[in-house]
């Protein structure tokens, strides 16, 4: 981190500011601020050449009021404590945010994947499960991990075959992790969970007039200019959501540089460039940028960053341009920054709720693999039927023939990716109105906001369970 304050002191500072705003008891504010449990862990690991490197591995769960826990596992040199501890926060948070029943949690391996084989990274995965096991920090009810920064859905299928090799419950097996691929027990729509949740967010921002208005926009996604950092799941997700809705991607930053185009940059055109270059530079058209962070300065509407934290500090944030952040990735915006955003009027949307589209579409894929049936089985075909019995009538009574494709089109019932896709835009939607209506009601900014309702309901959430009566 750039900033002299660590990641979680960060974090606590957000949370002290959103506290000041309710009038919970000092107790139990400390008890939802502090993070209940933290393992850490060192296991060895035989790599291919026979040699043997120790790792460095945690998993932090930070708030019990919920069951299971609930967070990502990140697989970087970076990773460390305080890091998995903050991440971990913000899960609690986002959570209660958006309404998933679930506690915060976060894990993090301290390794640079370029460094290891696939197989020395699956026996790492492997062994982490292990420990995890051994000392009861995963399972269906108790702790259930899912992609971060560096892991995907392979790493998610090696967690749950690892798990279910342990267990002596394997009927609920297949929910002890999220983020599977699908003949894993996955869920259609997770992978790009994340980044379609940013869309939806920003979506729901930009169609608020008056805080378009006062920042000098109109409303909708159609014709604003954007910049992402991070082509990664969310980053490449989230600009090819805002793309296809009409925004223009202007900027887009990966770890060798950037590159700026105010025409317009085509996501899947560089993708397709970075994977045949090895460099999303020299882009036909495009501006280079030669660091990542040059991009951050550019001018543009709305500012994503989607890669990691710390990005955006008292350092760079005077000169940033944009109107609005979508702070993809997890803590982008340090505190400080923060507060020179919000003097120059930015609006931001916080990354406790913007990026929980993906623990949003884990809640559903975990839902499936303990109710053992994929959504939309039973009621697709019931659903088309009585569509058809319903448009044949109204076509009869006026005399007008309709095709089968047609027929077909209007009547189709709900699959799994429609109805994973209409869940997450409903949540992202719901949540955002509690968040700016907090907002509104206690003259604060966005992520104050979003953390006075997580607040709330982790607090009562407690006081249900009579612990704080
Ligand atoms: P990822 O590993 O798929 O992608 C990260 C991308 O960022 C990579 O392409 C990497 O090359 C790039 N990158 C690294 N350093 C960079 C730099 N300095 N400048 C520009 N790009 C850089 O990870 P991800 O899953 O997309 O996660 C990104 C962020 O989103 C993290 O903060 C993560 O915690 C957060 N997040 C992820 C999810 C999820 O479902 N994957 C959910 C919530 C939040």
């Known amino acids: 981190m750039s900033s002299s304050i660590s990641f979680l002191d960060q974090v606590h500072r957000m949370f002290d500011k959103a506290a000041a705003h309710t009038s919970h008891e000092e107790g139990l504010l400390k008890q939802i601020r502090i993070c209940n449990s933290v393992y850490h862990m060192e296991f060895p690991l035989v790599r291919d050449d026979g040699s043997i490197k120790v790792v460095k591995a945690w998993r932090s769960e930070h708030s019990h009021h ?126 790009e969970a994340t980044g379609r949740g940013t869309y939806f967010g920003i979506k729901e921002a930009v169609s608020f007039a008056d805080d378009m208005e006062s920042r000098g926009l109109t409303t909708g996604i159609e014709g604003k200019t954007i910049i992402v950092q991070g082509l990664g799941n969310v980053g490449y997700h989230a600009a090819k959501f805002i793309q296809e809705g009409g925004g223009i991607i202007v900027g887009l930053a990966e770890y060798e540089g950037a590159i700026y185009d105010e025409n317009g940059l085509d996501v899947d055109a560089v993708v397709a460039h970075r994977k045949e270059t090895g460099s999303i530079l020299d882009f036909p058209g495009a501006t280079n940028l030669a660091q990542s962070s040059d991009a951050l300065e550019m001018p543009c509407d709305i500012l994503i960053p989607a890669a990691l934290e710390g990005v955006i500090t008292s350092e760079n944030a005077a000169r940033i341009k944009a109107k609005i952040i979508g702070e993809a990735a997890n803590g982008p915006v340090t505190a400080d920054a923060d507060a020179i955003l919000l003097e120059k009027g930015v609006l931001i949307i916080p990354d406790v709720y913007l990026n929980a589209g993906g623990v949003t579409v884990s809640y559903f894929e975990w839902l499936k693999n303990l109710s053992h049936v994929r959504f939309g089985r039973m009621s697709k075909r019931f659903e088309q039927a009585s569509n058809e019995r319903i448009v044949k009538a109204l076509a009869d009574s006026m005399g007008a023939t309709i095709s089968e494709e047609e027929m077909m089109q209007v009547t189709k019932g709900a699959d799994e990716l429609d109805l994973v896709n209409s869940g997450l835009e409903e949540t992202m939607a719901t949540a955002y109105h509690e968040i700016r209506d907090v907002a509104i009601e206690k003259k604060t900014d966005f992520r104050t906001a979003a953390f006075i309702v997580a607040i709330n309901k982790v607090a009562v959430s407690y006081s249900e369970m009579g612990i704080f009566p």
């Open 66 to 191: 919920k069951l299971p826990t609930k967070g990502g596992i990140r697989f970087a040199m970076a990773v460390n404590e305080d890091e998995v501890a903050a991440l971990a926060t913000l899960m609690t948070f986002k959570c209660a945010i958006v309404n998933v029943p679930f506690g915060g949690a976060k894990g993090g391996i301290q390794v640079d994947r370029k460094e290891f084989s696939e197989a020395e990274i699956e026996r790492i995965t492997r062994r982490y499960t292990y420990e995890l096991f051994s000392k009861n920090f995963i399972g269906p009810g108790i702790d259930v991990p899912a992609p971060d920064y560096g892991s995907g859905p392979k790493e998610m299928a090696w967690i749950v075959d690892t798990y279910r090799s342990l267990t002596n419950d394997p009927l609920t097996a297949l929910g002890c992790v999220t983020g599977k691929p699908i003949a894993q027990g996955g869920v259609r729509g997770r992978t």
